[in-house]
């Protein structure tokens, strides 16, 4: 069945591409496919909105191809530019499992009935309409009331309004407002909160609006966001206590005793990190102060304006950015959607039916989707390595986990705004903090007593990150770690082994992929702990591994796999699977198993019906035990390289709580995964 919705509005400015980013992450959760399309646009610019929407990850589609009409045939002939559009977004349709519609955003000031040709569209286009209303400097009687009029003017030419949703709405108010909406006879209503970076210009955008010139610093974070102005008049104290997190600084051109002091708070991680620096009344820089700041290492952009503080100040206070303006701004609209919307009751709503197909992308979002719906705290100990800084800021602009890093403060405060990451939220431990130290240390020394562990020895222990991080998890400070960028698999699991020990009824520890098929998710395992191990252990593996599945949405077929499928075979390996096979179905009777089986007639259905026909698993198992290291590294290694297929993990799989290892040539893209994977391990079962 074909889903689609139509975003509009009833005024400009109301940020439906916000909602329209959220729409689209929750469809590509559901169904395998996802259009996106824009029944008008301006024929003499590129559409900044649709530009973004069709470049997001999943959206296979060409900008040419979710164009509808344009203004210009709007007035030509709006008779047959509804036709034509119609027809197009037939074609579009077509394509893919749902489609989001995105109305026009009052850009062509000579259509003044712009809300009456969206309502006819959505009419036209037989599709389910969703109001977002702004919110901004409203009250909740007065978004109501906008809200109203515009569902109104949908109901008038025969298009169903389905859900409103107010945006930009004061923090303070969100319960008020959705109070307010609740009186609007069914639909859904949702109030979505105002994030002041969401509306940030950028500094290249403010350096437009006040005609300056870059005179010092790297053009390329002319990029980042500036969430607000400071107007530096005052002595460096005064201005040092007013400091925000990422502001733009603008002070008198023959103030630049000030420059080296904001710069060197900039890159101290003391003070909150500036987006850029603006000189006012076109004085230069004087040559010593040229000369004390070039010693000093400086990125951060330094620009200069011939205009007054009055004027710049009024035209920077006034300034706003579009969501679309930078990947930052994006994966906040998508934070806020998930956190604000609920949209399994939108989907259903929509009637949009989870699809048989599981493609990576659709995996990947639900995993983001089912961390941040009870987001738990993992602790991070390889600050020092970029990766993991890198990691770090995604996942907090995507609320996915709240992350610890260990580390100096200071340190990974400058590396952070060296590199231009933002760790707004993402807090730091210094794990030389002596009262942690001494806790940690007298903890380590209780377990580890009957080893003969003293005070001191344990103390020293704790110098070491791993340990330091896996006895936070321990003590219940974390609900995860995630480690191995720069130390070992044993380096990362030897704590975990040592205090955090195995779940009860389980003996050995094991390592899982998520396979990540084109149509589908599997589990391989063990694919990166134990070498060779017994029947009892091979159970163990089995065991866990379908539980790991059932973590991520998984339904566990288990196939223990073998050179010999049944009782065709005879050998100690595949005697050694057979009996594993059986101490599974002791120890899991509910659990679909079979073994020993060929990875053929576990797969194949064709192969399945010839040697197993009456078996659950044979054909279809989605749970794939190897009989030993040897076999499993290999085997996910080929698939992953000669398919395609994305392989995410290791997944440690058998500890009491979740301890998380990377390879050292881990991406970022696989450490934020696996800090998800992470995240959703350490939540309680449900």
Same mark, same amino acid.
């Given at each position: 069945?074909?889903?689609?919705?139509?975003?509009?509005?009833?005024?400009?400015?109301?940020?439906?591409?916000?909602?329209?980013?959220?729409?689209?992450?929750?469809?590509?959760?559901?169904?395998?496919?996802?259009?996106?399309?824009?029944?008008?646009?301006?024929?003499?610019?590129?559409?900044?909105?649709?530009?973004?929407?069709?470049?997001?990850?999943?959206?296979?589609?060409?900008?040419?191809?979710?164009?509808?009409?344009?203004?210009?045939?709007?007035?030509?002939?709006?008779?047959?530019?509804?036709?034509?559009?119609?027809?197009?977004?037939?074609?579009?349709?077509?394509?893919?499992?749902?489609?989001?519609?995105?109305?026009?955003?009052?850009?062509?000031?000579?259509?003044?009935?712009?809300?009456?040709?969206?309502?006819?569209?959505?009419?036209?286009?037989?599709?389910?309409?969703?109001?977002?209303?702004?919110?901004?400097?409203?009250? @909740?009687?007065?978004? &109501?009331? *906008? =809200?109203? +009029?515009?569902? /109104?003017? #949908?109901? $008038?030419?025969? %298009?169903?309004?389905?859900?409103?949703?107010?945006?930009?709405?004061?923090?303070?108010?969100?319960?008020?407002?959705?109070?307010?909406?609740?009186?609007?006879?069914?639909?859904?209503?949702?109030?979505? @909160?105002?994030?002041? &970076?969401? *509306? =940030?210009? +950028?500094?290249? /955008?403010? #350096?437009? $609006?006040?005609? %300056?010139?870059?005179?010092?610093?790297?053009?390329?974070?002319?990029?980042?966001?500036?969430?607000?102005?400071?107007?530096?008049?005052?002595?460096?104290?005064?201005?040092?206590?007013?400091?925000?997190?990422?502001?733009?600084?603008?002070?008198?051109?023959?103030?630049?005793?000030?420059?080296?002091?904001?710069?060197? %708070?900039?890159?101290?991680?003391?003070?909150?990190?500036?987006?850029?620096?603006?000189?006012?009344?076109?004085?230069?820089?004087?040559?010593?102060?040229?000369?004390?700041?070039?010693?000093?290492?400086?990125?951060?952009?330094?620009?200069?304006?011939?205009?007054?503080?009055?004027?710049?100040?009024?035209?920077?206070?006034?300034?706003?950015?579009?969501?679309?303006?930078?990947?930052?701004?994006?994966?906040?609209?998508?934070?806020?959607?998930?956190?604000?919307?609920?949209?399994?009751?939108?989907?259903?709503?929509?009637?949009?039916?989870?699809?048989?197909?599981?493609?990576?992308?659709?995996?990947?979002?639900?995993?983001?989707?089912?961390?941040?719906?009870?987001?738990?705290?993992?602790?991070?100990?390889?600050?020092?390595?970029?990766?993991?800084?890198?990691?770090?800021?995604?996942?907090?602009?995507?609320?996915?986990?709240?992350?610890?890093?260990?580390?100096?403060?200071?340190?990974?405060?400058?590396?952070?705004?060296?590199?231009?990451?933002?760790?707004?939220?993402?807090?730091?431990?210094?794990?030389?903090?002596?009262?942690?130290?001494?806790?940690?240390?007298?903890?380590?020394?209780?377990?580890?007593?009957?080893?003969?562990?003293?005070?001191?020895?344990?103390?020293?222990?704790?110098?070491?990150?791993?340990?330091?991080?896996?006895?936070?998890?321990?003590?219940?400070?974390?609900?995860?770690?995630?480690?191995?960028?720069?130390?070992?698999?044993?380096?990362?699991?030897?704590?975990?082994?040592?205090?955090?020990?195995?779940?009860?009824?389980?003996?050995?520890?094991?390592?899982?992929?998520?396979?990540?098929?084109?149509?589908?998710?599997?589990?391989?395992?063990?694919?990166?702990?134990?070498?060779?191990?017994?029947?009892?252990?091979?159970?163990?593996?089995?065991?866990?591994?379908?539980?790991?599945?059932?973590?991520?949405?998984?339904?566990?077929?288990?196939?223990?796999?073998?050179?010999?499928?049944?009782?065709?075979?005879?050998?100690?390996?595949?005697?050694?699977?057979?009996?594993?096979?059986?101490?599974?179905?002791?120890?899991?009777?509910?659990?679909?198993?079979?073994?020993?089986?060929?990875?053929?007639?576990?797969?194949?259905?064709?192969?399945?019906?010839?040697?197993?026909?009456?078996?659950?698993?044979?054909?279809?198992?989605?749970?794939?035990?190897?009989?030993?290291?040897?076999?499993?590294?290999?085997?996910?290694?080929?698939?992953?390289?000669?398919?395609?297929?994305?392989?995410?993990?290791?997944?440690?799989?058998?500890?009491?709580?979740?301890?998380?290892?990377?390879?050292?040539?881990?991406?970022?893209?696989?450490?934020?995964?696996?800090?998800?994977?992470?995240?959703?391990?350490?939540?309680?079962?449900?």
């Amino acid at each position: 069945m074909k889903s689609s919705i139509y975003l509009a509005a009833p005024e400009g400015f109301t940020g439906k591409s916000m909602v329209a980013v959220g729409i689209i992450d929750a469809l590509l959760r559901e169904v395998s496919s996802v259009g996106v399309f824009r029944p008008i646009v301006n024929a003499d610019t590129t559409d900044e909105v649709l530009q973004i929407l069709v470049s997001q990850p999943g959206i296979d589609q060409t900008y040419e191809d979710a164009v509808g009409v344009t203004y210009d045939d709007i007035h030509t002939d709006s008779g047959a530019a509804l036709a034509a559009l119609v027809d197009k977004f037939a074609h579009v349709r077509d394509k893919f499992e749902a489609v989001v519609i995105i109305g026009s955003d009052y850009t062509d000031v000579a259509t003044p009935t712009e809300l009456t040709f969206n309502a006819r569209v959505a009419a036209n286009l037989n599709t389910p309409v969703m109001l977002v209303v702004n919110a901004r400097n409203r009250t @909740p009687e007065e978004i &109501l009331a *906008a =809200a109203e +009029t515009g569902i /109104a003017e #949908f109901v $008038a030419h025969h %298009a169903k309004v389905i859900a409103v949703a107010a945006n930009r709405v004061d923090p303070d108010q969100i319960d008020a407002v959705r109070s307010a909406l609740s009186a609007i006879p069914d639909v859904l209503v949702e109030a979505l @909160p105002a994030d002041r &970076l969401l *509306a =940030a210009p +950028t500094l290249g /955008a403010q #350096f437009e $609006a006040i005609r %300056a010139n870059l005179v010092l610093g790297n053009p390329e974070l002319l990029q980042r966001e500036s969430a607000t102005v400071l107007v530096a008049a005052m002595t460096l104290p005064n201005v040092l206590s007013r400091l925000e997190p990422d502001s733009t600084v603008i002070m008198p051109g023959d103030r630049t005793d000030l420059l080296p002091g904001l710069l060197l %708070a900039h890159a101290s991680g003391s003070f909150p990190p500036l987006t850029g620096i603006i000189l006012l009344g076109g004085y230069e820089i004087p040559e010593p102060i040229i000369r004390l700041i070039s010693s000093v290492h400086n990125e951060l952009p330094i620009g200069m304006t011939y205009m007054g503080t009055f004027t710049t100040a009024e035209k920077l206070f006034n300034l706003e950015g579009a969501m679309t303006s930078s990947p930052r701004k994006v994966e906040i609209a998508r934070r806020i959607f998930s956190e604000n919307v609920d949209a399994s009751r939108l989907l259903q709503a929509l009637e949009v039916h989870r699809s048989d197909v599981v493609t990576p992308l659709m995996f990947e979002h639900q995993l983001m989707e089912l961390a941040r719906s009870d987001r738990r705290t993992i602790v991070m100990p390889e600050s020092s390595d970029d990766r993991i800084l890198e990691s770090a800021a995604i996942l907090a602009r995507r609320g996915v986990a709240r992350l610890i890093l260990l580390g100096d403060p200071q340190q990974v405060k400058a590396r952070a705004i060296h590199l231009g990451l933002g760790l707004t939220g993402v807090k730091i431990i210094d794990p030389s903090n002596p009262e942690m130290v001494g806790q940690f240390a007298a903890e380590y020394a209780r377990l580890r007593a009957h080893k003969g562990v003293t005070l001191e020895q344990a103390a020293e222990k704790m110098r070491d990150l791993s340990y330091f991080g896996t006895m936070m998890v321990h003590l219940g400070m974390a609900d995860g770690m995630v480690s191995g960028a720069v130390n070992t698999t044993a380096n990362t699991i030897r704590p975990s082994l040592e205090f955090i020990k195995t779940k009860p009824g389980v003996k050995v520890v094991s390592g899982s992929f998520l396979m990540c098929m084109p149509d589908r998710v599997v589990v391989y395992a063990d694919c990166a702990v134990n070498p060779d191990p017994t029947a009892e252990q091979l159970a163990d593996i089995a065991i866990s591994s379908a539980e790991t599945a059932v973590k991520f949405g998984i339904e566990p077929r288990v196939a223990m796999l073998s050179y010999s499928t049944g009782s065709s075979g005879a050998g100690a390996d595949v005697d050694k699977v057979r009996q594993a096979t059986d101490i599974v179905r002791q120890r899991a009777p509910e659990l679909a198993l079979e073994g020993p089986i060929q990875f053929d007639a576990a797969v194949d259905p064709v192969v399945a019906r010839t040697k197993l026909p009456d078996s659950p698993v044979a054909g279809r198992a989605t749970v794939f035990i190897f009989p030993d290291l040897n076999t499993g590294n290999n085997t996910y290694k080929a698939v992953q390289r000669s398919s395609g297929a994305v392989a995410i993990g290791p997944v440690l799989q058998g500890l009491n709580k979740p301890v998380n290892d990377l390879s050292r040539g881990a991406l970022v893209d696989d450490i934020v995964n696996t800090i998800a994977i992470t995240a959703i391990q350490g939540q309680p079962e449900k």
